[in-house]
């Protein structure tokens, strides 16, 4: 309705401005007397505004006014709209077309043949100024009709060229996407060798075909083209009939399916496969020129640290600016990718030797140690770099890649936030870790493993009321080992893991078969601070605390200090979470780390173990006397590690410690030791044992291997 009353407006105005300026309709009376059809036509309202009686007739149209009240948008297909809208930009440079058209007036449709030009409307807009040559018989030629109408309608360019190239005709679809009325192919493409690689294809066969870019009026586009020869039907000269379709959307489909094949989707830097892809020249050349190159293994340090606390957004801005600043940093010739993670590769092909491997490897480092803001947070990054030459390190690239990880990993190692060429020696190392790893993950399939106890009894009265697992290998090939021989390496390499679980599980059964035997002895165990962080050590203490099977309050779980550093809350609360299972806390070796007393009071620690190396100095005022003294503070039990003499043990009387371990009472010795131990104890003090006699030696008769036992008396 609003639109009907809007061109009932514009037709009144238009009948207005017939009146007060003529221009227009002054310029059609002319052509009131011609015997063809002829009316003018607005494209924009889809309405004929005039036509002279041969056209009122053409149309079926009793008079002026009733032909000019037809809205016919409603028959007009959007692609008859788009190649209308065509025609108004060709008048506006002056064209005009001879076409057969099919008209439908009332809905009959009467093919002409036609001519038709831009006229100017007295508004300014441009028209359409038609005349009707001939009516054709549309039963003697519905073939030709019918194909001359889908050449006009349909969205596939086609074009006519001559043999200068030239353009001969175009259809409206082709008019659409050319930049200029009279451009030839070869100027459309974007790379002009294709027109010459089509010319000489259709001089051997009949057709040539590409997908190639063209200029059009939407800018670079691609155009799968079809190119053949022919004739022109009209001067008879050799021709070349071109059809083009844009397949730009189907192209940038598949250059990004590609792109993203062999590029990280995060960074944009090429992937793994990529490096592997452009190493292979890049050796080859090498190779044949005698050159020498360097690859760079480069790791953000802490970077899971960045991402389990500030979240995958911070860390994903970070690796994207990472990736920035390695790609500015390299020159012309070099390559960087993404390996994964915060781990990239970079292949400096201009620096040739180690030096200045090392000098660049430093500088990037600088450049990144300068804070970012991300978020809100001042992060300051570090990395570790691993550098392995060519050809000196390796000559395939899987060699010069694991040996420039070794040399990252070595680079961690020590101390993070450095540079580290690989060296054979790293290589040793590194498969000494591998070994002992895979003979440990063995061992404990072969029962390699034992427990020994090492008593720890009140100082008070020597009740042996608690002892430590200690662990022992009894390994096939090398003896029995002692747990310093295998468990900082354990560590590192992860099998720690595995071997803690089983100390605990094993611990918690013989806790249980001493009870079971009438004696309840509290067992603690060491965890290794890479153990406490574990998710599957998590389960093992669930799995010990939930099964009815054990005395979980009489398991105590000794931590180093190191476990305790960092973000107290998280820390906190994970040792409440241990607590609240019903495990016991302690702190080992106190002494040897940060000692710091806030432990104490933030954390659920039930006893602390001073370090051994505090037992040589016991005077008035040394460091073992204030801890006892804020321990009985604080409430904590108190144990002295590594007591060796009587007057060691006469001292810690003096102090009141609780507990106290060492070589003085007894060695780490085997589970059956202990009850001899405690029976013996029982028996002699039925027998008048004071109790303080160190009964160790009486029980064990034959030294266990990896303990350290001395004859008595031996101690001055
Ligand atoms: P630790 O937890 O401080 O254990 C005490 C160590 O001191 C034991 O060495 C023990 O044999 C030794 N020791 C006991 N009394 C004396 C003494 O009077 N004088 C001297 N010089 N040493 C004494 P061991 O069994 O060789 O264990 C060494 C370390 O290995 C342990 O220190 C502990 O940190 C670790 N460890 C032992 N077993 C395990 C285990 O099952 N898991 C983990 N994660 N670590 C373990
Ligand atoms: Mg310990
Ligand atoms: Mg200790």
């Not at 519905?142 to 349909?154: E, K």
């Not at 066969?205 to 939407?218: I, P, R, S």
């Not at 390695?326 to 990239?344: H, S």
């Not at 200045?356 to 001042?378: C, K, M, N």
Request: glycine residues 6%; hydrophobic residues 40%.
């Amino acid at each position: 309705m609003a639109l009907h009353s809007l061109m009932e407006g514009y037709l009144l105005s238009l009948c207005q401005s017939c009146h007060h300026q003529t221009g227009l309709m002054d310029r059609l009376a002319a052509f009131e007397i011609i015997a063809s059809p002829v009316w003018v036509f607005d494209i924009d309202h889809c309405r004929v505004l005039w036509a002279n009686p041969a056209g009122l007739q053409l149309w079926n149209a009793k008079d002026l006014g009733e032909l000019r009240n037809r809205d016919m948008s409603a028959d007009i297909s959007p692609t008859v709209k788009s190649r209308l809208e065509q025609y108004k930009q060709d008048f506006e440079k002056g064209q005009s077309f001879s076409e057969i058209w099919t008209l439908y007036p009332k809905g009959r449709p009467t093919t002409i043949r036609c001519v038709f030009s831009g006229i100017r409307f007295d508004d300014g807009r441009m028209g359409m100024f038609n005349q009707s040559l001939e009516v054709l018989d549309r039963k003697e030629s519905a073939d030709s009709l019918r194909s001359i109408q889908a050449l006009l309608h349909t969205s596939v360019m086609i074009s006519l060229y001559d043999r200068q190239d030239r353009l001969l005709y175009a259809n409206p679809a082709a008019r659409q996407a050319y930049q200029d009325s009279d451009e030839s192919l070869c100027s459309r493409l974007v790379d002009p060798t294709v027109h010459a690689a089509m010319i000489g294809c259709l001089a051997t066969g009949g057709e040539a075909q590409c997908v190639a870019e063209v200029k059009t009026h939407q800018g670079v586009r691609w155009h799968e083209i079809v190119a053949r020869s022919g004739w022109d039907p009209v001067t008879g000269v050799a021709a070349l009939l071109v059809s083009e379709i844009d397949v730009t959307g189907r192209e940038e489909a598949s250059k990004k399916i590609r792109f993203f094949a062999d590029h990280d989707i995060l960074t944009k830097l090429p992937n793994r496969r990529h490096l592997e892809q452009e190493i292979l020249p890049m050796l080859a050349l090498a190779k044949a020129e005698g050159n020498q190159f360097s690859l760079l293994f480069v790791d953000i340090d802490r970077f899971k640290t960045i991402n389990d606390t500030l979240g995958h957004s911070v860390g994903d801005q970070l690796l994207v600016y990472v990736a920035k600043r390695l790609q500015q940093a390299v020159r012309p010739g070099d390559f960087v990718a993404r390996m994964g993670g915060d781990e990239f590769v970079i292949v400096l092909t201009t620096l040739k030797d180690h030096a200045a491997a090392v000098t660049f490897a430093d500088q990037l480092s600088t450049i990144l140690s300068r804070p970012i803001f991300i978020e809100g947070h001042e992060l300051n990054v570090t990395l570790s770099i691993g550098v392995s030459m060519y050809p000196q390190h390796g000559d395939s690239f899987e060699t010069l890649l694991r040996h420039a990880d070794m040399a990252m990993y070595a680079a961690k190692e020590s101390g993070r936030n450095r540079t580290q060429i690989f060296t054979p020696a790293l290589q040793r190392q590194l498969q000494l870790k591998v070994d002992l790893e895979t003979s440990i993950r063995r061992g404990l399939l072969d029962d390699e493993f034992f427990l020994l106890y090492q008593p720890r009894p009140r100082v008070a009265d020597n009740n042996v009321a608690s002892v430590e697992a200690l662990i022992r290998w009894n390994h096939p090939t090398k003896g029995t080992l002692g747990a310093d021989a295998f468990i900082p390496l354990a560590e590192e390499s992860g099998a720690i893991e595995a071997l803690d679980s089983w100390v605990l599980a094993q611990a918690a059964e013989q806790q249980k078969a001493w009870h079971d035997e009438g004696v309840d002895i509290n067992v603690s165990v060491n965890v290794s601070p890479r153990q406490f962080h574990s998710d599957r050590f998590a389960a093992t203490l669930e799995a010990v605390a939930k099964s009815n099977r054990y005395q979980v309050g009489s398991i105590e779980l000794e931590l180093t200090e190191s476990v305790l550093m960092g973000e107290s809350e998280e820390i906190a609360a994970c040792l409440r979470d241990v607590r609240n299972l019903g495990f016991n806390l302690a702190i080992d070796d106190f002494g040897t780390g940060y000692s710091n007393f806030a432990y104490l009071r933030d954390y659920p620690i039930t006893s602390l173990k001073i370090d051994r190396s505090f037992m040589g100095d016991l005077r008035p005022g040394c460091i073992a006397e204030g801890m006892i003294a804020i321990c009985r503070f604080l409430g904590v039990r108190i144990v002295a590690e590594g007591v060796e003499d009587d007057w060691q043990l006469d001292w810690l009387k003096h102090q009141a410690c609780d507990e106290y371990q060492g070589f003085y009472f007894c060695p780490p010795t085997e589970a059956h030791h202990i009850m001899d131990i405690i029976r013996s104890m029982k028996l002699r003090r039925g027998a008048g044992f004071d109790g303080t006699t160190n009964i160790s030696h009486l029980d064990l008769k034959n030294s266990i291997p990896g303990t350290r036992l001395r004859p008595r008396g031996s101690v001055a």
